[in-house]
Each structure stands twice: as C-alpha cells, then as structure tokens.
C-alpha cells in the first residue's frame, strides 16, 4: 500500500535562520534532577526527601505494619492515653520517613543508576540459596 502526499513549506531564507537563537540543549528529566540535587539549597533537599519519605510511609506495602504498630502501642501500656498512643504512631512514622528520607538522598547523591550496579554477580551470588 502507498500513499502520496503533498506538504508545502516555508521557504527557508538567510535571514530567517541567523534571526532564530539558537536552541538550549535538550536536558533529560534525571540530569535535571541531577542538577537540582548538586545545586540547591541542602535543607531544602533535605526537607524534600523528608516530605517524600513522609508520602512513602502511606503507601499500600506499609499496610501489614498497622496490626503491628497496634499491637506495639496497645501492649506497651495498659493505662494508655490518647496522646500517648498518637506520639508513639507518629514516632513510627517520622522514623520511617527519616529512613526514606537518607537512604533516598544517598541513592540520588550516588550518581548513576542503582539498578545496574546493584545487578552484578559479586554482589547477587551471596543472595541465591
């Protein structure tokens, strides 16, 4: 099957193309990434990860660990106020964040991607059975 189709273009011109300015690079999303973590602020960072990791600590996989905090929290104490019970959740959920948090900016500062140097046979034969 073929098909023949007509496009008209504007002419090209030496004027149209020194009056153009050139183009920036095209920069890819993880280089700017990059670029922000090298370039900022650090406590913003800092902070970013924190909020990210505060996110991370909602997400579905932390489900299992709701029977187990309950169980932490209503087996510490018989005589349990609500405070108390909201301040050891919510030390559960900043330690957690805060794990996200460093082992997100270690990962980002890491430079390359985790991925393929976590995929090497050195480092995987410990793990097979």
């Given at each position: 099957?073929?098909?023949?189709?007509?496009?008209?273009?504007?002419?090209?011109?030496?004027?149209?193309?020194?009056?153009?300015?050139?183009?920036?690079?095209?920069?890819?999303?993880?280089?700017?990434?990059?670029?922000?973590?090298?370039?900022?602020?650090?406590?913003?960072?800092?902070?970013?990860?924190?909020?990210?990791?505060?996110?991370?600590?909602?997400?579905?996989?932390?489900?299992?660990?709701?029977?187990?905090?309950s169980?932490?929290?209503?087996g510490?104490?018989?005589?349990?106020?609500?405070?108390?019970?909201?301040?050891?959740?919510?030390?559960?959920?900043?330690?957690?964040?805060?794990?996200?948090?460093?082992?997100?900016?270690i990962?980002?500062?890491?430079?390359?991607?985790?991925?393929a140097?976590?995929?090497?046979?050195?480092?995987?034969?410990?793990?097979?059975?």
């Amino acid at each position: 099957m073929s098909k023949t189709l007509t496009l008209a273009l504007p002419e090209i011109t030496e004027s149209s193309q020194t009056a153009s300015s050139p183009t920036p690079p095209i920069i890819s999303e993880q280089d700017e990434i990059v670029n922000s973590l090298r370039h900022d602020n650090i406590a913003i960072v800092i902070a970013s990860f924190f909020g990210f990791g505060l996110l991370l600590s909602l997400t579905p996989c932390i489900f299992p660990m709701i029977p187990i905090l309950s169980g932490i929290i209503v087996g510490h104490n018989k005589k349990l106020s609500v405070m108390r019970g909201f301040m050891l959740s919510l030390s559960y959920v900043l330690a957690s964040a805060l794990t996200y948090a460093v082992f997100g900016v270690i990962a980002a500062l890491f430079g390359s991607n985790l991925q393929a140097f976590f995929n090497k046979l050195g480092l995987l034969l410990p793990l097979v059975p």
